[in-house]
């Protein structure tokens, strides 16, 4: 008869796997609470004691850690010598091996849990169990996943090597993320000696960031609440590679908010953000930054969206609409189209320490995400003309958005509204016309400040703002040529301010 070793943490389906084992001639040896629960749905077991002739000890740290369990495990069914050590010590094979973790990741999780309640969760025989069958997969069936209890019991019965083979895979792919979780707590210095990450696969995509390349979404398995990874997909086509990208920066600008906001990202860049007292109000502001760009973007808000809100957006073809909820009234109107996608999404702020990856060939870069935020105590005053009170305000909600923006990065805006942005440039002075032509074409220009993202190697971006009616600046400082530019804005009437705080997004 085969036999079959079951002990899991996971109940679910164990015990219709158990019977179908036992339908298909295998007699099922077990631990602890898995043993019970098994025994007392009527499915004969025998105890793991029995077979290793020795008690679980230790509080259950050991079970399983045994030579009649993991010779019947590894030995190798094709080699003689290996078989008859087998029979000389009365140990049967084991054919079959069932078993998922001790909850770590679930565990960390946990508000106010305890260094000693979390090492008491790191599981020892079971990752050694399975990693001993996914070893010997050419005559073990490694198990990990409830999920596939049913795919085992048919591959059983029609012998499926290639599904045992895949299974073992699994498990090593299982056993290295539980581990990367246990190193991870144990050691959470951000950038140890060596690195390991571990993600779920959430979907597969169509296609990358062009039709010719795969790709696949993957998770973390506790993802920020403030993310697309914790959103929730309430209508339209499947996201693409492309739309995720553009929903995640839409989603880190709109994180920094308070104030009802919205966010309009194109190609990975805000097209227009806008401030409000109520999200309608947000809205108009942000679609009127850029009615052109905004064609085909992304859209996030922080607050609900109303009846008043989805209409004016309905009117429009937006790629996918963010918000914590969408009215009943709003989402039907905006449901009308099927391709749009409507997402509901958590709101918070990024936790200091988060940190953000970059894949280069060849490696990986690692940094915290820029959490940095100037507000106005923030701001020195460099040049004779003082910042009215209203152009501070305007400094820092301009200072906000830039940091979203890539780099050359120029933002136009008032205090509550993005009227020009300029990116991507080879030379900030590009960035700079282009930010103040948009500008200008806006009613309120004559409100208008600007920020850079990096200081101004030289005066021709001040002299270019003064002459365009521009009347405060704000830039982090730091050029060998500091002095010309606030020269020029001393000759020009421009008021300026450093913060010393640079904010490079490339």
């Not at 080699?79 to 029979?87: F, G, N, P, R």
């Not at 390349?213 to 920020?224: L, N």
């Not at 305007?394 to 958005?401: E, K, S």
């Not at 830039?475 to 301010?497: F, H, Y």
């Amino acid at each position: 008869m085969k036999r079959a070793l079951i002990s899991v943490f996971n109940k679910t389906g164990v015990v219709d796997f158990a019977r179908g084992l036992v339908d298909l001639g295998f007699e099922i040896v077990s631990t602890g609470g898995t043993a019970r629960h098994l025994s007392s749905a009527g499915v004969p077991v025998i105890s793991v004691e029995s077979v290793t002739q020795f008690p679980e000890m230790l509080d259950g740290r050991v079970k399983t850690l045994h030579p009649r369990i993991h010779a019947g495990i590894l030995a190798q069914r094709d080699k003689t010598e290996h078989m008859q050590t087998l029979s000389e010590n009365d140990i049967e094979p084991i054919d079959v091996v069932c078993v998922n973790l001790y909850p770590f990741s679930e565990t960390i999780n946990r508000p106010d849990v305890s260094r000693t309640e979390a090492i008491e969760q790191i599981d020892i025989g079971g990752p050694t169990a399975l990693r001993a069958a996914a070893k010997n997969a050419k005559d073990v069936w490694a198990v990990a996943d409830p999920s596939d209890y049913s795919a085992v019991l048919s591959g059983i019965k029609s012998e499926d090597a290639t599904l045992r083979s895949q299974l073992a895979a699994k498990v090593f792919s299982f056993t290295a993320a539980y581990d990367a979780a246990i190193a991870h707590y144990l050691n959470p210095e951000p950038f140890p000696e060596k690195l390991t990450m571990t993600y779920q696969k959430r979907q597969a995509l169509r296609y990358g960031e062009n039709a010719h390349q795969q790709a696949a979404f993957y998770t973390k398995e506790y993802p920020s609440k403030i993310s697309l990874a914790s959103a929730n997909q309430l209508h339209g086509k499947e996201l693409s590679y492309n739309n995720i990208k553009d929903a995640d920066a839409a989603l880190s600008a709109l994180s920094e908010f308070d104030r009802p906001a919205v966010v309009a990202v194109k190609h990975m860049n805000p097209c227009g953000i806008g401030l409000g007292d109520d999200i309608e109000q947000a809205w108009d502001k942000a679609y009127s930054a850029d009615k052109m760009s905004i064609f085909g973007g992304i859209v996030a808000l922080n607050r609900s969206v109303d009846l008043a809100t989805a209409t004016k957006m309905h009117a429009l073809f937006l790629e996918i609409i963010m918000a914590p909820a969408f009215d009943d009234d709003a989402y039907a109107i905006l449901a009308k189209k099927k391709n749009v996608r409507l997402l509901t999404i958590g709101l918070g702020k990024a936790q200091p320490g988060e940190l953000e990856a970059i894949s280069v060939t060849g490696g990986l870069l690692l940094q915290n995400k820029d959490l940095q935020t100037e507000v106005i105590t923030d701001m020195t005053v460099v040049t004779e003309i003082q910042p009215t009170e209203a152009e501070l305000k305007a400094l820092q909600f301009a200072q906000t958005v830039v940091k979203h923006v890539k780099s050359n990065a120029i933002v136009v805006a008032t205090t509550d509204q993005t009227l020009g942005i300029g990116c991507g440039q080879m030379n900030r002075i590009g960035s700079v016309e282009l930010a103040i032509s948009a500008a200008k074409k806006q009613p309120r220009f004559n409100e208008a400040v600007l920020a850079s993202d990096a200081f101004f190697p030289m005066d021709d971006c001040v002299e270019y703002a003064a002459k365009h009616g521009i009347h405060a600046i704000i830039q982090p400082g730091g050029s060998i040529r500091d002095q010309d530019s606030i020269d020029k804005a001393n000759e020009l009437g421009i008021a300026m301010v450093t913060t010393g705080v640079r904010h490079f997004r490339h």
